[in-house]
C-alpha cells in the first residue's frame, strides 16, 4: 500500500486470479432467453453459433468463481491492479464530511475498464480457432479495447460503430484503426438490415441496437466468425467483477467498507465490475446502495419497463428480461455514447427489478458541469460516461453534509476523456444542450423491486 492517504495501490502478487459469478447469488433464477424464430428458450447450438463456446458458457453459468486464463492474467499486469485514489479536494470543495474514492479504470492502454473482457473474449475466440470477431460500439471505447485485444491474439476484427459517435468522436476510429479494426459506421452499406434503416431515414443518426443488427447478420454471414459483446451479456460482466474484487482487497487495506457504490450504466459492465462481489454481502443485511446513474435522455433503469425485449433493433438476437425502453427506441446523439442503449444487460435488470440496484438519472449539462469540476479539482480529465458518476457522486456527499455523516463513498472511473475534447469543447464554449425526450414526460419512474 502507498503511504500516502489518498492512493491505495495492490500489489501484483494479490490481483485476483478467479473472476465471481453473482448470478447464483440472485433471490431467483433468471428468466431463460428466447429464440426470436422460433419463441423458445435458446438451444446450446443457436448460442455456439453467436458467441465463442467458452462464452455461452459463461453466459449461463452457475459456477460462483470461474478461473481467470494465465494468458489473460499475463495481459491483465500490463496495468493491473489499477489504483484505489482517495478525491481529496472534492471532499474539501464539497466541504463533506464523507470520504470519496474512485477505482481508476482509465490506467488501462486503451483508456477505459473495457478491457478486462475485451482481452478474455479475443483470448476464448483464438483458442477455439475462429480468425474473425464482429462488435457494436457506442462511444468506442469498447471498440477500442477490442481492437488492441484482437491484435494481441491474432484476430481480425469488425467493428460496427453508432453513427453519430463515428462523426462525433473520430480520434476512436482512428484507435481502433491503429490497432488493425475495420470500422463501419452504423447504420452503413456494408450490411442489408443497414441499407433498409438508411434507405428508409439517410440521416438516421445510428443506436447501439442498429450497430447490434448489423453486426449479427454479418456473424451470421461467416462461419468463421464470432459476435463479441461489450456490455449486454452477462459473461462481460463476469469478467469486470476483477474491478470489485480488488477494491474489496484495497478497502479492507484501509479499514473501510463502501456505503454506496456508484458507476455509470449504459449496459452496465462497469456497474456489475464494481458492485457484484459486494451482493452477496448486501443480500445478507448489509447497507450499502448501489447506484446506477444514467443519461437523462436514455434512462431504461430509471424510466423504463422491466420486461422481455431485443438486444438489437431489428429483433433478430435473443430475446433477454430486463429493464428496456423498447428495441425500437432510438436514443438523441447525447456525448456520452458508451450509454446509449436501450436496455440493460440481464444481470444488471434483475438487480434493479430485485431492489437490489438504484437507479438516477440526469440531463448531460448537469453532468458535463460535475466533470469539469473534478478535473479542475483532480486534473483527471473523465469520459462524458465517467461524469454521470461523478454528478452522482456530488449529490450523494451534499447529502452526507446535511446529514453529517461520514460515509464511503466509491465510484468507478471507467474511463478517460482524452479522447472526448470535442464534446468539452463545445460545453466551455456554451454549446451544449440538454435534450428532451418527449416519449419520458409522462413517464414515471419505475418502483424498485
Same mark, same amino acid.
Given at each position: 500500500?502507498?503511504?500516502?492517504?489518498?492512493?491505495?495501490?495492490?500489489?501484483?502478487?494479490?490481483?485476483?486470479?478467479?473472476?465471481?459469478?453473482?448470478?447464483?447469488?440472485?433471490?431467483?433464477?433468471?428468466?431463460?432467453?428466447?429464440?426470436?424464430?422460433?419463441?423458445?428458450?435458446?438451444?446450446?447450438?443457436?448460442?455456439?453459433?453467436?458467441?465463442?463456446?467458452?462464452?455461452?458458457?459463461?453466459?449461463?453459468?452457475?459456477?460462483?468463481?470461474?478461473?481467470?486464463?494465465?494468458?489473460?492474467?499475463?495481459?491483465?499486469?500490463?496495468?493491473?491492479?489499477?489504483?484505489?485514489?482517495?478525491?481529496?479536494?472534492?471532499?474539501?470543495?464539497?466541504?463533506?464530511?464523507?470520504?470519496?474514492?474512485?477505482?481508476?479504470?482509465?490506467?488501462?492502454?486503451?483508456?477505459?475498464?473495457?478491457?478486462?473482457?475485451?482481452?478474455?473474449?479475443?483470448?476464448?475466440?483464438k483458442r477455439e480457432g475462429h480468425s474473425r470477431l464482429v462488435t457494436d460500439t457506442g462511444a468506442g471505447q469498447?471498440?477500442?479495447?477490442?481492437?488492441?485485444?484482437?491484435?494481441?491474439?491474432?484476430?481480425?476484427?469488425?467493428?460496427?460503430?453508432?453513427?453519430?459517435?463515428?462523426?462525433?468522436?473520430?480520434?476512436?476510429?482512428?484507435?481502433?484503426?491503429?490497432?488493425?479494426?475495420?470500422?463501419?459506421?452504423? +447504420? %452503413? *452499406?456494408? =450490411?442489408?438490415?443497414?441499407?433498409?434503416?438508411?434507405?428508409?431515414? !439517410?440521416? &438516421?443518426? @445510428?443506436?447501439?441496437?442498429?450497430?447490434?443488427?448489423?453486426?449479427?447478420?454479418?456473424?451470421?454471414?461467416?462461419?468463421?466468425?464470432?459476435?463479441?459483446?461489450?456490455?449486454?451479456?452477462?459473461?462481460?460482466?463476469?469478467?469486470?467483477?476483477?474491478?470489485?474484487?480488488?477494491?474489496?482487497?484495497?478497502?479492507?487495506?484501509?479499514?473501510?467498507?463502501?456505503?454506496?457504490?456508484?458507476?455509470?450504466?449504459?449496459?452496465?459492465?462497469?456497474?456489475?465490475?464494481?458492485?457484484?462481489?459486494?451482493?452477496?454481502?448486501?443480500?445478507?443485511?448489509?447497507?450499502?446502495?448501489?447506484?446506477?446513474?444514467?443519461?437523462?435522455?436514455?434512462?431504461?433503469l430509471t424510466y423504463g419497463e422491466y420486461r422481455f425485449d431485443y438486444a438489437d433493433a431489428a429483433g433478430s438476437? +435473443? %430475446? *433477454?428480461? =430486463?429493464?428496456?425502453?423498447?428495441?425500437?427506441?432510438?436514443?438523441? !446523439?447525447? &456525448?456520452? @455514447?458508451?450509454?446509449?442503449?436501450?436496455?440493460?444487460?440481464?444481470?444488471?435488470?434483475?438487480?434493479?427489478?430485485?431492489?437490489?440496484?438504484?437507479?438516477?438519472?440526469?440531463?448531460?449539462?448537469?453532468?458535463?458541469?460535475?466533470?469539469?469540476?473534478?478535473?479542475?479539482?483532480?486534473?483527471?480529465?473523465?469520459?462524458?460516461?465517467?461524469?454521470?458518476?461523478?454528478?452522482?457522486?456530488?449529490?450523494?456527499?451534499?447529502?452526507?453534509?446535511?446529514?453529517?455523516?461520514?460515509?464511503?463513498?466509491?465510484?468507478?472511473?471507467?474511463?478517460?476523456?482524452?479522447?472526448?475534447?470535442?464534446?468539452?469543447?463545445?460545453?466551455?464554449?456554451?454549446?451544449?444542450?440538454?435534450?428532451?425526450?418527449?416519449?419520458?414526460?409522462?413517464?414515471?419512474?419505475?418502483?424498485?423491486?
Amino acid at each position: 500500500m502507498n503511504t500516502l492517504l489518498d492512493r491505495v495501490d495492490l500489489p501484483l502478487d494479490q490481483m485476483p486470479k478467479r473472476w465471481y459469478n453473482g448470478i447464483p447469488a440472485l433471490p431467483t433464477a433468471p428468466e431463460p432467453y428466447i429464440d426470436s424464430t422460433t419463441d423458445a428458450p435458446v438451444t446450446l447450438d443457436y448460442v455456439e453459433r453467436l458467441w465463442t463456446k467458452a462464452m455461452a458458457a459463461q453466459e449461463f453459468s452457475l459456477d460462483r468463481w470461474i478461473s481467470i486464463p494465465q494468458p489473460v492474467l499475463d495481459a491483465y499486469a500490463m496495468w493491473r491492479p489499477t489504483p484505489l485514489i482517495r478525491a481529496v479536494a472534492m471532499e474539501r470543495y464539497l466541504d463533506t464530511p464523507a470520504q470519496i474514492w474512485f477505482k481508476y479504470e482509465a490506467t488501462s492502454p486503451s483508456g477505459s475498464h473495457k478491457l478486462n473482457s475485451a482481452l478474455a473474449q479475443a483470448y476464448y475466440a483464438k483458442r477455439e480457432g475462429h480468425s474473425r470477431l464482429v462488435t457494436d460500439t457506442g462511444a468506442g471505447q469498447w471498440g477500442s479495447a477490442l481492437a488492441l485485444a484482437c491484435q494481441m491474439f491474432g484476430l481480425d476484427l469488425s467493428v460496427f460503430m453508432v453513427r453519430a459517435s463515428y462523426h462525433q468522436k473520430p480520434y476512436r476510429r482512428y484507435l481502433m484503426e491503429t490497432y488493425g479494426a475495420q470500422v463501419h459506421p452504423s +447504420p %452503413g *452499406v456494408t =450490411t442489408e438490415y443497414g441499407r433498409g434503416v438508411l434507405a428508409d431515414n !439517410p440521416d &438516421h443518426p @445510428g443506436s447501439e441496437a442498429t450497430a447490434v443488427s448489423e453486426s449479427l447478420e454479418t456473424v451470421r454471414a461467416d462461419p468463421a466468425a464470432r459476435m463479441s459483446v461489450g456490455a449486454f451479456s452477462n459473461h462481460c460482466l463476469l469478467h469486470q467483477t476483477i474491478i470489485g474484487l480488488e477494491l474489496r482487497e484495497q478497502l479492507a487495506m484501509i479499514d473501510r467498507y463502501p456505503d454506496y457504490l456508484v458507476a455509470s450504466v449504459g449496459c452496465g459492465s462497469n456497474m456489475a465490475g464494481l458492485s457484484t462481489p459486494f451482493m452477496e454481502d448486501k443480500l445478507n443485511g448489509s447497507e450499502t446502495t448501489f447506484l446506477a446513474v444514467e443519461p437523462e435522455a436514455c434512462a431504461p433503469l430509471t424510466y423504463g419497463e422491466y420486461r422481455f425485449d431485443y438486444a438489437d433493433a431489428a429483433g433478430s438476437g +435473443p %430475446g *433477454v428480461c =430486463t429493464y428496456t425502453l423498447g428495441h425500437e427506441f432510438v436514443p438523441p !446523439p447525447i &456525448h456520452a @455514447g458508451g450509454l446509449r442503449y436501450h436496455g440493460c444487460a440481464p444481470l444488471i435488470g434483475q438487480m434493479r427489478h430485485q431492489g437490489i440496484l438504484d437507479s438516477v438519472a440526469y440531463p448531460q449539462t448537469q453532468v458535463f458541469d460535475a466533470g469539469v469540476t473534478f478535473a479542475r479539482l483532480h486534473g483527471f480529465l473523465p469520459a462524458p460516461e465517467t461524469c454521470h458518476a461523478i454528478k452522482g457522486v456530488i449529490d450523494l456527499a451534499l447529502q452526507c453534509k446535511e446529514q453529517k455523516r461520514d460515509a464511503t463513498i466509491v465510484f468507478n472511473y471507467s474511463g478517460h476523456g482524452l479522447l472526448d475534447l470535442e464534446a468539452y469543447g463545445r460545453y466551455n464554449a456554451g454549446e451544449l444542450r440538454d435534450v428532451e425526450v418527449e416519449s419520458f414526460d409522462e413517464r414515471e419512474a419505475q418502483v424498485v423491486g
